[in-house]
């Protein structure tokens, strides 16, 4: 049962276009909502997070919209770089030391 | 300040062999995950640590894995024997305990191969 359903599996968007990841969650527990980013060869590596009492968290050119009813939360990525171009992960845990339950990824290319 | 540590970053090994990671995470991070990420997928949580006790083991494949974490810090990852479907991607963070949010700092994992 995967817990944190994430799309598309891969997006190619033109340099300083926007990048839309969603994803999707069950557990309604969930109240910790972050996203890494992966580069080849490297671990994943926190971006931007969010909890469920605020709709919206921007930092930079990164937004997270998050929607409690629908139990739905994205990553707006604006005038996307070709330095960009990752794998994105978004994640979901309870609140506490709990371990994060990851999304499969999103593996975005930025074109010039 | 030095971010999470692993060693190896490479691995590869015949199967049945025996197999051991190594990690030292962030000072003062007294919670310790281990997470095994297969190709294109998102990483998986094995086992969670608070300290030197392990409190979910849960997804841990007993008969062939172990994992221990002596005085709390630095954590060992063993495989004995690998199979081929242990390729994968072993991953550790780390939480500083008490933090208002779950932020977990990953290190940049050991890529092993079974051949």
């Known amino acids: 049962q995967q817990q944190v359903k994430q799309s598309p599996q891969s997006l190619i968007v033109q340099k300083g276009g926007i990048s839309i990841i969603n994803c999707a969650y069950e557990?309604?527990?969930?109240?910790?909502f972050p996203w890494y980013q992966q580069f080849p060869g490297k671990g994943p590596a926190l971006l931007i997070a969010?909890?469920?009492?605020?709709s919206e968290k921007k930092e930079g050119r990164f937004t997270i919209s998050f929607n409690k009813s629908a139990k739905q939360f994205s990553l707006h990525i604006m005038d996307s770089q070709p330095g960009d171009s990752a794998t994105y992960f978004c994640a979901a845990s309870p609140s506490g030391n709990t371990p994060l339950v990851f999304g499969k990824g999103t593996r975005l290319s930025v074109i010039a | 300040e030095a971010g999470v540590v692993q060693s190896p970053r490479y691995k590869i090994i015949e199967k049945k062999q025996p197999v051991a990671f190594w990690c030292n995470p962030i000072?003062?991070?007294?919670?310790l995950y281990w997470y095994r990420q297969n190709l294109g997928q998102g990483p998986e949580l094995l086992i969670r640590?608070?300290?030197?006790?392990?409190?979910?083991d849960s997804q841990l494949p007993k008969d062939r894995f172990s994992a221990e974490r002596l005085k709390g810090v630095d954590s060992t990852l063993k495989i004995q024997p690998a199979e081929l479907g242990d390729s994968a991607v072993y991953l550790c963070?780390?939480?500083?305990?008490?933090?208002?949010?779950?932020?977990?700092?990953f290190g940049p994992g050991t890529r092993l191969t079974v051949l």
């Open positions: 640590y608070e300290n030197e006790e392990a409190v979910d």
């Open positions: 000072s003062g991070h007294n919670t």
């Open positions: 557990n309604t527990a969930f109240d910790y």
């Open positions: 963070a780390s939480r500083k305990t008490g933090g208002v949010h779950n932020e977990q700092f």
């Open positions: 969010i909890r469920p009492d605020v």
